[in-house]
């Protein structure tokens, strides 16, 4: 082995690259982004990489940075809300529900059955919505590219439902503090179940298309790999989390709004088709998510109150002072833990200090870790499976 | 050696799969989805075959409550100003001239019988900046500020996306701007000189 | 009408045997000393090439593609986008011709010529009908295998010569692709040659063609021929970088690979070498195992479909749509699959395809030894 000039690259059981080699060589420096197709957005990498080995990885953030936080100190509660939707753009009723329950937190109110059920729903079809992006665009990382199609054609229809409930496609503004904007029309329960009937099959066609592809398997399977520990140490939550193994689920570890009434699972790896902590559990949560979310959606459908009688805003306040105090509420994210910690003066109609703590940006702060010596196809791979969102993760 | 044959296998089964869903979709391309909004019953019933639109010309209509372009009935506006207020980025531009009391039948009635005490010179919406969030509708108290579903109005220039919806010309606002002025100085006039009267007595007495 | 009249109006000055002579009045054409004929002959590829880069094969990408992903694909220029490519090439016409400041100049420059000429090349070896071959070499075979290492230079010419760290990473892993996979498709090719005991192109057609139509084909004379076909087919994708082996171009890791700083007309040009060779291998492979221009069409009794179906013109149809046929197989895997990793690209050359197409090499000289 040791003679004069030979560089030897060989894989440890955890898939990291060793290079052995008795050469002088240097390490190159390679910037990732913020243009570059792979990094979802203007997310900057700089690597150095030895040849495709990349030996670190730092993440560089702030190009979308919008001073979401400053904003909030200057407009009052119910102006918040549309703000929230743009930071993690592609789910924005859990972002405004998980501010909603916070303000209502703070002021103590009561919301009506209906209202619950109405946001159960809405938030539920952005989770596929979202789940349908995430795996979409992992198949475009890794090089396939009409699982991505797929996915968009179906949340296209999630978007249309969406938008015939609150008027807009992305930009709710639907969850407002106290209730929702507006009642879902008459026929929306029918079109959502026409919806979850359509979508199942498509979900079928989905993993058979993308997720049990072999290449896609060898691609995924044992890339990345995040301990539970490691990864409970670095705060991850969401589909990061269950991923790694751990059942953590916000919906039923920390229940809010009428999640202890509906019947669903939280999928958890077991290790069989996947390594525990790898791409490919992260991929196959989501995956799985998306059918426990159909679940969800159909129990609203046959559980929700009747309109009769129904004022979608009869709990909303005319005017939001709370009073002097502070309050940090969580809901359970397509990405993750999103949180608001949220103080009142107890004068103004405007918070003090509004801080959200947003799940990619807390999950992409492992990046450093997992990129510790994987090859760049890998990183890409690793990346892809974090699901970041820039807008969540500089807000 | 056998995981290695298995996996040889798994990986034709699997992309053999695979281009058997891209074959059926490829020889399904002979459909086209239709262009029914999602209000239509029939929505769920027509999604097969090719899904693109050829958007000028075919579009998935928006429904009826969809929340795009701002529009604002002026006939209706009473001048309140609350939509200024509550927007959250201050797209809204409002100016407003008191209407005179000999005026008030001039100015009319909103649709709703509320007499309207403001003449609204300006009310100018920059829908360039606006985010459809909908808080200026929602405390409109004569409902006349909507979101119409207009959804595609862009422009080649910035300044045609400020929409002018004041219903008094200039020559207009002016006149009755200087005639609430002249009215205010007559007052203030007529307020000195009753002061001055009053002081006179005062210092008469 | 009677099937034996039809068979008398087979446009005769077409499709007679004559284009040889056709062929060799061209050849003997001069403009005093200039040998404009040969010049017109040595076009002609060239001109099919790029006639077919541009109508079909970036057209057939597009449309192909989006009838995949439930999309309409190119809808405007034209009925049914027919013109779009027509309208991409003006505008890469028109467009500014950049080389980078920080480039080497002579090599961004030479690149992509090196990698045009590289998938042209190869043309002059392929049989288009009975009357219409380039050059006919008795090593074409050998000759097409060995051209396609030319596209190597120019790829590294270009990757290298950008300055760029993308394309250097590109053409690193494009050159190491490449150059592997030219032994399975090497040895997966020999398994034809062997069967027909020459590497004359021509020849091997020749021997392909019969009565029975497809049954004359190598990928049905021998039970074992299946194999190289497949190790063939796949080394193929590998060595013109079509997915899922398009590692060196991997938009999703290096941005565009080896091309990312190329625009305006070189980059049409790389373009073009890309569809030039991807038609180039599948009519190697259509020759090789599939009969070239021969009919598939066998001769039922009095039904002499294959008679009627043979002839000059018939041979360039035959070919030139079994190289569509594959071309629609490489489209078709590429808006499938994921892509590979590069360990990944090297364990399935050198422990799979290569060990495989030894197994085949073996079976088939066996085959041919001791089965008649």
């Given at each position: 082995?040791?003679?004069?000039?030979?560089?030897?690259?060989?894989?440890?059981?955890?898939?990291?690259?060793?290079?052995?080699?008795?050469?002088?060589?240097?390490?190159?420096?390679?910037?990732?982004?913020?243009?570059?197709?792979?990094?979802?957005?203007?997310?900057?990498?700089?690597?150095?990489?030895?040849?495709?080995?990349?030996?670190?990885?730092?993440?560089?953030?702030?190009?979308?940075?919008?001073?979401?936080?400053?904003?909030?100190?200057?407009?009052?509660?119910?102006?918040?809300?549309?703000?929230?939707?743009?930071?993690?753009?592609?789910?924005?009723?859990?972002?405004?529900?998980?501010?909603?329950?916070?303000?209502?937190?703070?002021?103590?109110?009561?919301?009506?059955?209906?209202?619950?059920?109405?946001?159960?729903?809405?938030?539920?079809?952005?989770?596929?919505?979202?789940?349908?992006?995430?795996?979409?665009?992992?198949?475009?990382?890794?090089?396939?590219?009409?699982?991505?199609?797929?996915?968009?054609?179906?949340?296209?229809?999630?978007?249309?439902?969406?938008?015939?409930?609150?008027?807009?496609?992305?930009?709710?503004?639907?969850?407002?503090?106290?209730?929702?904007?507006?009642?879902?029309?008459?026929?929306?329960?029918?079109?959502?179940?026409?919806?979850?009937?359509?979508?199942?099959?498509?979900?079928?066609?989905?993993?058979?298309?993308?997720?049990?592809?072999?290449?896609?398997?060898?691609?995924?399977?044992?890339?990345?790999?995040?301990?539970?520990?490691?990864?409970?140490?670095?705060?991850?939550?969401?589909?990061?989390?269950?991923?790694?193994?751990?059942?953590?689920?916000?919906?039923?570890?920390?229940?809010?709004?009428?999640?202890?009434?509906?019947?669903?699972?939280?999928?958890?790896?077991?290790?069989?088709?996947?390594?525990?902590?790898?791409?490919?559990?992260?991929?196959?949560?989501?995956?799985?998510?998306?059918?426990?979310?159909?679940?969800?959606?159909?129990?609203?459908?046959?559980?929700?109150?009747?309109?009769?009688?129904?004022?979608?805003?009869?709990?909303?306040?005319?005017?939001?002072?709370?009073?002097?105090?502070?309050?940090?509420?969580?809901?359970?994210?397509?990405?993750?833990?999103?949180?608001?910690?949220?103080?009142?003066?107890?004068?103004?109609?405007?918070?003090?200090?509004?801080?959200?703590?947003?799940?990619?940006?807390?999950?992409?702060?492992?990046?450093?870790?997992?990129?510790?010596?994987?090859?760049?196809?890998?990183?890409?791979?690793?990346?892809?499976?974090?699901?970041?969102?820039?807008?969540?993760?500089?807000? | 050696?056998?995981?290695?044959?298995?996996?040889?296998?798994?990986?034709?089964?699997?992309?053999?799969?695979?281009?058997?869903?891209?074959?059926?979709?490829?020889?399904?391309?002979?459909?086209?989805?239709?262009?029914?909004?999602?209000?239509?019953?029939?929505?769920?019933?027509?999604?097969?075959?090719?899904?693109?639109?050829?958007?000028?010309?075919?579009?998935?209509?928006?429904p009826v409550n969809a929340r795009y372009r701002l529009y604002n009935d002026i006939e209706d506006c009473i001048g309140c100003g609350q939509c200024e207020r509550a927007c959250p980025i201050g797209c809204i531009a409002i100016e407003t001239i008191k209407v005179l009391p000999e005026d008030l039948a001039v100015c009319g009635k909103t649709s709703g019988g509320q007499q309207k005490k403001f003449w609204v010179p300006v009310f100018d919406i920059d829908?360039?900046?606006?985010?459809?969030?909908?808080?200026?509708?929602?405390?409109?108290?004569?409902?006349?500020?909507?979101?119409?579903?207009?959804?595609?109005?862009?422009?080649?220039?910035?300044?045609?996306?400020?929409?002018?919806?004041?219903?008094?010309?200039?020559?207009?606002?002016?006149?009755?701007?200087?005639?609430?002025?002249?009215?205010?100085?007559?007052?203030?006039?007529?307020?000195?000189?009753?002061?001055?009267?009053?002081?006179?007595?005062?210092?008469?007495? | 009408?009677?099937?034996?009249?039809?068979?008398?109006?087979?446009?005769?000055?077409?499709?007679?045997?004559?284009?040889?002579?056709?062929?060799?009045?061209?050849?003997?054409?001069?403009?005093?000393?200039?040998?404009?004929?040969?010049?017109?002959?040595?076009?002609?590829?060239?001109?099919?090439?790029?006639?077919?880069?541009?109508?079909?094969?970036?057209?057939?990408?597009?449309?192909?593609?989006?009838?995949?992903?439930?999309?309409?694909?190119?809808?405007?220029?034209?009925?049914?986008?027919?013109?779009?490519?027509?309208?991409?090439?003006?505008?890469?016409?028109?467009?500014?011709?950049?080389?980078?400041?920080?480039?080497?100049?002579?090599?961004?420059?030479?690149?992509?010529?090196?990698?045009?000429?590289?998938?042209?090349?190869?043309?002059?070896?392929?049989?288009?009908?009975?009357?219409?071959?380039?050059?006919?070499?008795?090593?074409?075979?050998?000759?097409?295998?060995?051209?396609?290492?030319?596209?190597?230079?120019?790829?590294?010419?270009?990757?290298?010569?950008?300055?760029?760290?993308?394309?250097?990473?590109?053409?690193?892993?494009?050159?190491?692709?490449?150059?592997?996979?030219?032994?399975?498709?090497?040895?997966?090719?020999?398994?034809?040659?062997?069967?027909?005991?020459?590497?004359?192109?021509?020849?091997?057609?020749?021997?392909?063609?019969?009565?029975?139509?497809?049954?004359?084909?190598?990928?049905?004379?021998?039970?074992?021929?299946?194999?190289?076909?497949?190790?063939?087919?796949?080394?193929?994708?590998?060595?013109?970088?079509?997915?899922?082996?398009?590692?060196?171009?991997?938009?999703?890791?290096?941005?565009?690979?080896?091309?990312?700083?190329?625009?305006?007309?070189?980059?049409?040009?790389?373009?073009?070498?890309?569809?030039?060779?991807?038609?180039?291998?599948?009519?190697?492979?259509?020759?090789?195992?599939?009969?070239?221009?021969?009919?598939?069409?066998?001769?039922?009794?009095?039904?002499?479909?294959?008679?009627?179906?043979?002839?000059?013109?018939?041979?360039?149809?035959?070919?030139?749509?079994?190289?569509?046929?594959?071309?629609?197989?490489?489209?078709?895997?590429?808006?499938?699959?994921?892509?590979?990793?590069?360990?990944?690209?090297?364990?399935?050359?050198?422990?799979?395809?290569?060990?495989?197409?030894?197994?085949?090499?073996?079976?088939?000289?066996?085959?041919?030894?001791?089965?008649?």
């Open positions: 082995m040791a003679e004069q000039g030979s560089i030897r690259v060989s894989r440890k059981d955890d898939n990291v690259v060793v290079i052995e080699k008795d050469l002088a060589t240097e390490e190159m420096l390679l910037s990732m982004g913020p243009q570059h197709p792979s990094t979802h957005g203007v997310l900057k990498l700089e690597c150095m990489t030895d040849g495709e080995v990349v030996t670190s990885a730092e993440p560089y953030l702030g190009y979308l940075h919008r001073c979401f936080e400053k904003h909030c100190e200057v407009v009052d509660y119910p102006g918040i809300v549309p703000y929230t939707d743009r930071m993690d753009y592609l789910t924005g009723m859990n972002n405004e529900w998980a501010y909603c329950i916070a303000v209502e937190k703070l002021l103590d109110i009561e919301i009506p059955r209906r209202v619950e059920f109405i946001r159960v729903m809405v938030s539920e079809l952005n989770r596929i919505a979202s789940h349908l992006v995430a795996i979409g665009t992992y198949g475009i990382d890794l090089g396939a590219f009409t699982p991505f199609l797929f996915c968009f054609r179906d949340r296209e229809h999630i978007l249309n439902l969406l938008e015939w409930a609150s008027g807009a496609r992305m930009l709710y503004n639907y969850v407002w503090i106290g209730g929702v904007a507006f009642d879902i029309p008459a026929d929306f329960n029918k079109r959502v179940k026409e919806f979850v009937d359509y979508f199942r099959p498509k979900v079928v066609e989905l993993y058979k298309l993308l997720t049990e592809n072999e290449i896609f398997v060898k691609r995924t399977k044992g890339i990345g790999i995040m301990p539970a520990d490691v990864a409970i140490n670095y705060a991850w939550s969401g589909p990061m989390l269950r991923g790694s193994g751990v059942k953590w689920d916000l919906r039923r570890n920390d229940p809010y709004s009428v999640y202890p009434e509906l019947d669903f699972n939280v999928p958890v790896p077991d290790g069989k088709f996947s390594d525990v902590g790898d791409c490919l559990s992260r991929h196959l949560v989501r995956a799985l998510e998306m059918e426990e979310s159909l679940n969800i959606i159909e129990q609203c459908i046959s559980k929700m109150p009747g309109s009769e009688g129904f004022n979608p805003r009869s709990a909303v306040p005319k005017r939001v002072r709370p009073k002097a105090g502070e309050v940090y509420a969580r809901a359970e994210n397509p990405r993750g833990e999103l949180g608001f910690y949220i103080q009142s003066d107890g004068k103004s109609t405007k918070p003090l200090r509004c801080k959200a703590r947003s799940s990619c940006f807390v999950n992409l702060s492992a990046m450093k870790d997992l990129s510790k010596g994987q090859l760049i196809p890998d990183l890409v791979a690793i990346i892809g499976s974090i699901d970041i969102v820039l807008g969540e993760v500089d807000r | 050696m056998s995981e290695y044959f298995s996996n040889i296998k798994a990986g034709a089964v699997t992309i053999a799969t695979g281009m058997g869903i891209t074959l059926k979709h490829f020889f399904n391309a002979i459909h086209r989805k239709g262009d029914a909004g999602i209000d239509d019953a029939d929505y769920f019933r027509q999604v097969d075959g090719l899904c693109t639109l050829q958007y000028p010309r075919e579009a998935v209509p928006t829908v360039a900046k606006c985010m459809t969030c909908g808080i200026c509708v929602s405390v409109c108290p004569t409902e006349c500020l909507v979101h119409t579903p207009v959804s595609d109005f862009s422009e080649f220039d910035r300044q045609n996306m400020i929409y002018h919806f004041g219903n008094l010309s200039r020559l207009e606002a002016e006149a009755k701007r200087r005639k609430v002025a002249e009215q205010q100085a007559q007052a203030a006039r007529e307020k000195q000189a009753a002061a001055a009267k009053a002081a006179e007595e005062k210092n008469g007495q | 009408m009677s099937i034996a009249a039809i068979s008398q109006i087979r446009l005769p000055f077409l499709m007679g045997n004559n284009l040889n002579a056709w062929s060799d009045a061209l050849a003997g054409l001069t403009l005093s000393w200039f040998p404009l004929g040969l010049v017109i002959i040595a076009a002609i590829p060239l001109v099919f090439i790029a006639l077919y880069a541009l109508t079909y094969g970036v057209y057939g990408e597009r449309k192909i593609s989006a009838f995949m992903q439930d999309r309409l694909g190119p809808m405007e220029v034209g009925k049914w986008g027919i013109l779009q490519t027509l309208a991409d090439i003006l505008k890469l016409l028109q467009k500014e011709d950049i080389v980078p400041t920080s480039a080497d100049k002579f090599l961004f420059v030479v690149g992509p010529g090196i990698l045009f000429v590289g998938s042209f090349l190869a043309f002059a070896v392929l049989p288009f009908s009975p009357a219409f071959i380039g050059a006919n070499l008795n090593v074409g075979l050998f000759y097409a295998i060995g051209i396609v290492a030319l596209e190597v230079v120019g790829i590294l010419a270009a990757g290298w010569g950008s300055n760029n760290k993308w394309s250097l990473y590109g053409a690193v892993r494009s050159v190491a692709q490449i150059v592997s996979y030219e032994i399975p498709a090497a040895i997966a090719l020999l398994c034809g040659a062997m069967m027909a005991g020459t590497l004359d192109m021509q020849q091997i057609n020749v021997l392909q063609s019969g009565p029975y139509g497809f049954a004359h084909f190598y990928l049905f004379q021998s039970p074992i021929a299946w194999l190289p076909f497949l190790i063939y087919f796949i080394a193929s994708l590998a060595e013109t970088n079509r997915a899922p082996f398009d590692i060196p171009e991997a938009e999703s890791e290096l941005v565009a690979g080896y091309f990312t700083e190329y625009s305006g007309m070189k980059f049409a040009v790389i373009f073009l070498a890309e569809y030039g060779s991807m038609f180039m291998v599948s009519a190697i492979i259509s020759i090789v195992f599939l009969g070239g221009w021969n009919s598939p069409l066998p001769n039922l009794g009095s039904v002499a479909l294959y008679d009627w179906t043979s002839g000059p013109v018939w041979g360039a149809f035959w070919i030139i749509s079994k190289g569509f046929f594959f071309i629609f197989v490489q489209m078709w895997l590429r808006w499938t699959l994921p892509r590979l990793r590069v360990d990944q690209l090297m364990y399935l050359c050198w422990k799979v395809l290569t060990p495989f197409a030894f197994i085949s090499f073996v079976l088939t000289a066996i085959w041919e030894i001791y089965v008649p």
